[in-house]
Every structure is written in C-alpha cells, then in structure tokens.
C-alpha cells in the first residue's frame, strides 16, 4: 500500500517544487538539447520564485504528491488557456515526479 498523499501546495513547498522541476526537466532534455540551454534552464532559484507566485496566486493551482514527509512530485492545472474551451475545460499545466 503506497503511504503517498496529495495536498495543496504551500508556499513552504515552492523551493522542493522548484527542485523536483529542475531535476525533471534537466533528465528529460538531456542530449536533446544542447548542455548550454540545458544548464540555462537550471535556475531553482527562479523556478522558485514562478511556483511562489503560483501558489500564492492559485494560477495554476498547485498540488504536491507526499510521501511521509518529503514532497515527490507535483501538479500545477487550471482552466483551459485555449480561449476557445473556456469556461467547460480545464488543463494540466505542468506534473512532475
């Protein structure tokens, strides 16, 4: 039985948020991209600073998948950005684990 639990986000949780992206981000696009725009793109610090603003804002909304006390991943969603949808569709914005 898996002990994980989903919560909303708290500000608490933007820097773990932040380092779960990077690392995410940085696996998937290696060799894809080249080194240097990967190492451009691992600023936890300003993934930081976004998911803060995020949680604090609730756009998108943000929930984190916990296992114990250490957050594992993470779901960002809101309404559809495609104005086309709106208001009946909702969108997944960003998830990592």
Do not use: N
Not at 70 to 93: H, N
């Amino acid at each position: 039985m898996s002990s994980i639990q989903v919560r909303p986000a708290t500000l608490r949780d933007a820097k773990a948020i932040a380092q779960i992206h990077t690392v995410s981000a940085q696996e998937a696009y290696k060799g894809l991209v080249p080194d240097e725009q990967l190492k451009s793109m691992s600023s936890v610090e300003k993934r930081q600073a976004y998911w803060r603003e995020a949680i604090e804002y609730c756009e998108p909304q943000v929930q984190v998948a916990v296992d114990g006390e250490k957050i594992v991943g993470f779901v960002g969603y809101d309404r559809s950005r495609d104005e086309k949808s709106r208001p009946t569709t909702g969108e997944i914005w960003a998830i990592y684990a």
